[in-house]
């Protein structure tokens, strides 16, 4: 019989501990053998990408070439430079289990959810990304942790909209060179931290390493779908498996190795605990980027007199207990989140009167497709307010040149 590791303590409390029980997942603890093999990609990177970092240093011209290849594809190019043509040979010879029609599904899913999908996206997926602490560690490199803390979640919220629109994963399509362009400002961040003196590698691994990324894609995948049905959201067996499906192909683009991206629900929760089990190790940087975030969520009151100071304190309260519920108590006591249980209760409440109104939704013959609609729009016009509120930069641009 093999020997299994015990559970970590993430899923021994919160969310998790009751939604690994819901799911009906057996077994999930790796082996000593299994853990050691996951560990290893600590210290494997992206070599097609930061190949082609290292040519753009060299020769800035290149990046002109990207955007052509983007956009036409590599073919439109006449003797591209091999680091270039290498990466997007490979990109787009698309693998053999993609299936666009499942893609389409996951995302109308997902958008199927709204602007409600953004609250797992920062109380879930980002604080709950804090408590790898060694993942935070480019983040904390930049000197900004609490300045660009709330530009870094509007962009990310930006981003996620992008691979999660309706026909936006096909070849050339917004999604598509989103993420290709995130994979890219990944090798020109991780090319910045390779070559500063004070980088620790027996600390910290080999900087956005393939663990790292891996860990942020489950967030949100898997995690993504936890939060929302912790929300009330109602999803079919086969829409949680389009969703998986969907960021099995976004991983892909983001040049995570295939040994590593899941192709069903079992195999992102046994992902997940191994992430729990060696990743989740937070320090004092999670908390200054945890607080940072709440800071951000204070923000919605300024300039808006009493009524701002009130809607301040709500929205910490709100957010803070959303994480709070899902992370569970002692991680949420280490991230220092405030805890209301009021607050808590409220979450609560909401969540059974979303689940109510999913209910219906699933029984009302047209309904889920309305609903469909009604998201496309909120997200829509979230995208839009962002762009007078924010400088959105879809080519990622700032953060290459800061990198």
């Given at each position: 019989?093999?020997?299994?590791l015990?559970d ?9 501990k009751l939604?690994r ?5 057996g077994?999930?603890r790796?082996t000593?053998e ?6 290893a ?12 970092v290292?040519?753009?240093r ?6 002109k070439l990207?955007?052509q ?16 043509r290498?990466?997007f040979?490979d990109?787009e ?25 953004l ?6 997926s ?5 408590l790898a602490?060694r993942a ?6 930049t ?5 660009m803390?709330?530009?870094r979640?509007?962009?990310?919220a ?5 691979v999660?629109t ?16 995130v994979?890219?400002v ?21 900087p ?7 860990g942020?894609?489950?967030l ?10 912790f ?14 499906h ?8 983001l040049?995570?190795?295939e040994e590593?991206l899941?192709?069903t ?6 992902l ?7 990743e ?9 980027l ?14 808006r ?7 301040a304190?709500?929205s ?8 709070r519920?899902?992370?569970?108590r ?10 209301d ?7 609560l ?6 689940f109510?109104a ?6 009302v013959?047209?309904a ?7 998201g496309r ?11 007078k509120i924010?400088?959105l930069?879809?080519t990622?641009t700032?953060?290459m040149?800061?990198?």
């Open positions: 019989m093999d020997e299994r015990p970590p303590d993430f899923f021994r409390q919160g969310t998790f939604a029980g819901l799911a009906g997942i077994d999930i790796a000593p299994q853990l050691a093999r996951f560990r990609f600590a210290d494997q990177e992206d070599p097609a990408a930061d190949a082609l290292a040519l753009m060299q020769r800035p011209q290149t990046r990207f955007d290849a983007l956009e036409h594809g590599i073919g439109s190019i006449n003797r591209p430079p091999k680091a270039l290498d990466f040979t990109v010879a698309t693998p053999y289990w993609v299936d666009h029609t499942r893609i389409e599904r996951g995302a109308k899913a997902i958008t199927r959810t709204g602007l409600l999908g609250f797992p996206l920062g109380d879930m980002l604080m709950g990304g804090y602490s935070t560690k480019p983040l904390v490199a000197g900004e942790i609490e300045h803390a709330g530009q979640l509007v962009e990310t930006a981003w996620w909209i992008d999660t309706p026909g936006s994963l096909r070849p050339h399509g917004k999604g598509y060179a989103s993420s290709l362009r994979r890219l990944h090798a020109y961040v991780r090319d910045a931290m390779n070559r500063r003196q004070d980088w620790d590698y027996e600390a910290w691994d080999r956005i390493n393939q663990l790292q990324t891996v942020t894609l489950l949100f995948s898997l995690v993504f779908v936890l939060g929302t049905q929300l009330g959201i109602r999803y079919t067996e086969r829409e949680r498996a389009d969703i998986i969907l960021w099995r192909y976004v991983g892909w683009l040049g995570i190795d590593l899941p192709a629900e079992e195999d992102a929760w046994r997940l605990w191994l992430l729990a089990t060696t989740f190790i937070p320090d004092d940087d999670s908390k200054r945890a607080k940072a975030l709440l800071v951000t969520h204070e923000g919605i009151g300024v300039g007199g009493a009524f701002g100071k009130v809607l304190h709500v910490v309260r709100v957010h803070s207990s959303i994480s519920l899902v992370l569970g002692t991680n949420a006591d280490f991230l220092e989140l405030p805890n249980p009021l607050a808590q209760g409220a979450v409440a909401a969540a059974a009167v979303n109510a999913e209910t219906v939704r699933r029984r013959p047209g889920t497709s309305v609903q469909e609609l009604i729009m909120e997200r829509r016009r979230y995208v839009t307010q962002l762009s924010f400088q930069d879809p990622y700032r953060h040149r800061a990198a």
